[in-house]
């Protein structure tokens, strides 16, 4: 781990792997497990009280249920992404930037199910929006096959202040480096452990990325060099369980994505399963003390939704 930060050393709590994928890397809510194992509980022993009771309508009107809510959480959700506009608000934004607007898309996970298509509705609402910035924030492709998609599909954007993402984990595992050749031509940059100064009217703010913390090589001291303590700072982390160091550096906003809001989302029952260095902070606006975090769904993912649609973001900026 290249930096001197305690908390980031912390944080790293398990061996990284470059790849695979694998269920004990994700963290399963014990209230969906419960509500599960209880409802698998009551209707065994329903049936085993009530045997030779049902009528043939009752048991096809269970089983209907059952295959429309399956339908409905893998081929109706998953496809059917959403444009969020979110208000970020805070003090120390300089009134200069106040209105600022940045598009975010994050976790394309390019060659699963309906990715392609829901890619292609999210450029389409930033070049209808026309955002003063676009952050991408990781996980481009789940399949290396899928690399080559991404120049047609992401062709169309543009910003004034420049498009900018920083890596996932399955960029990695995929190829980030054919992955940056595919999107560097088209005027991405890759801030990684890097900062930008940018201009919006009259207000000056500074944009972090920061190396994947799965499989990259996070160095949050590298990234802040330069940046005057008082600068107004957007940090791009793909993980969002940085915003644990990035309040430590006085980052005033984290953008992030990685755990696709858990992929099943309720009331009262949270999110579902959590991948690594996801678990703290799932989906939508969070905060780590002062620093305000936003995690997006992402567009694409394991094609499982359930309360937990995918999504582009248009986010504004206000002081106050």
């Not at 003090?91 to 390019?110: A, E, V």
């Not at 972090?208 to 799965?214: A, M, S, T």
């Not at 949050?220 to 969002?240: K, V």
């Not at 430590?248 to 309720?266: C, E, K, N, P, V």
């Amino acid at each position: 781990m290249a930096t001197s930060s305690p908390r980031l050393q912390h944080l790293v709590t398990h061996d990284q792997a470059s790849h695979p994928f694998d269920p004990t890397r994700v963290r399963y809510s014990p209230r969906w497990l419960g509500l599960s194992a209880a409802l698998g509980a009551g209707t065994l022993a329903t049936i085993a009280l009530r045997r030779g009771k049902f009528s043939r309508e009752t048991v096809l009107a269970l089983g209907s249920a059952a295959v429309a809510g399956a339908a409905y959480a893998t081929l109706f959700e998953p496809r059917r992404p959403v444009l969020e506009r979110v208000t970020l608000q805070s003090p120390n934004l300089p009134p200069t930037l106040d209105g600022l607007r940045i598009g975010q898309l994050s976790d394309l996970h390019l060659g699963q199910p309906y990715t392609a298509a829901n890619t292609r509705w999210a450029v389409a609402q930033m070049v209808r929006e026309q955002p003063d910035l676009i952050a991408l924030t990781g996980d481009f492709v789940s399949f290396e096959n899928a690399i080559d998609e991404l120049a047609d599909l992401l062709h169309p954007l543009n910003a004034p202040l420049g498009m900018y993402a920083v890596p996932g984990n399955h960029d990695y595992w995929e190829g980030l480096d054919d992955i940056r050749a595919e999107l560097e031509p088209l005027g991405v940059e890759f801030l990684i452990n890097a900062n930008r100064q940018l201009r919006w009217r009259d207000g000056l703010f500074t944009l972090v990325g920061i190396d994947d913390i799965w499989d990259g090589h996070p160095d949050i001291d590298q990234a802040m060099t330069g940046i005057a303590r008082d600068t107004f700072t957007i940090l791009l982390a793909h993980a969002p369980d940085f915003a644990d160091v990035a309040f430590d550096y006085a980052i005033d906003m984290q953008l992030s994505g990685h755990t696709h809001g858990g992929h099943l989302r309720l009331p009262w029952l949270g999110s579902c399963c959590l991948p690594f260095y996801g678990t703290r902070y799932a989906a939508g606006l969070e905060h780590a003390g002062t620093t305000q975090v936003y995690v997006s769904r992402g567009l694409g993912g394991m094609p499982l939704r359930l309360g937990c649609r995918p999504e582009a973001t248009i986010i504004t900026l206000r002081h106050g």
